[in-house]
Structure formats: structure tokens, C-alpha cells
């Protein structure tokens, strides 16, 4: 009798995970080409640009993540101080 283990179902999960990230991405910039030149593409919706290579064209920068994050901790720390005080 065949037993389900939990590394087996965590190898599984995690294979899974992966293929389907990894398909994500090589897929995305084929799609939306294909669909921007057969006129299918919406425009309500923010469509990320890329280059000839299928890399974006517009990553965030590092220093806009840092200031996301500084943002993030700062509305924490107010919330902490807030919650402090209150009890």
C-alpha cells in the first residue's frame, strides 16, 4: 500500500511552483505580443513594456523598493505607538 509522505507532497508542491513561475514568465512577453499584433490587446488594464529579449523595460528600481519598504516600517512603528498608548 502506497503511503503519501510529506516530502513527497513538499517536492511535489514546490515542482509544481517553480514550473509554473518559470512558464509564467517565458510565456507572458510572447502572449502579449501575439495579442498587441492581432489588436486584441485591452487598454483598460496596465500592460507591462518589453524589450526584443522578453526583459521588462521598466523594473523598479532598488531605490524604490527601499523607499517602499521605509514607508512599510514607518506606518508599523505608527501603528505599535498608537496601539501602545491605547492600552
Known amino acids: 500500500m502506497a503511503r503519501i509522505r510529506m516530502f513527497d507532497v513538499i517536492a511535489f508542491s514546490l515542482v ?3 514550473g509554473i513561475y518559470t512558464g509564467t514568465q517565458f510565456f507572458e512577453p510572447i502572449v502579449i505580443d501575439r495579442l498587441r499584433k492581432d489588436g486584441h ?15 521588462p523595460l521598466s523594473p ?15 506606518h508599523q512603528k505608527v501603528e505599535q505607538g498608537s496601539k501602545s498608548e491605547q492600552g
Open 60 to 74: 523598479k528600481s532598488m531605490l524604490e523598493l527601499r523607499q517602499e519598504l521605509d514607508k512599510v516600517q514607518e
Open 16 to 18: 509544481g511552483f517553480v
Open 41 to 55: 490587446l485591452r487598454s483598460d488594464v496596465e500592460i507591462p513594456q518589453y524589450d526584443d529579449e522578453g526583459n
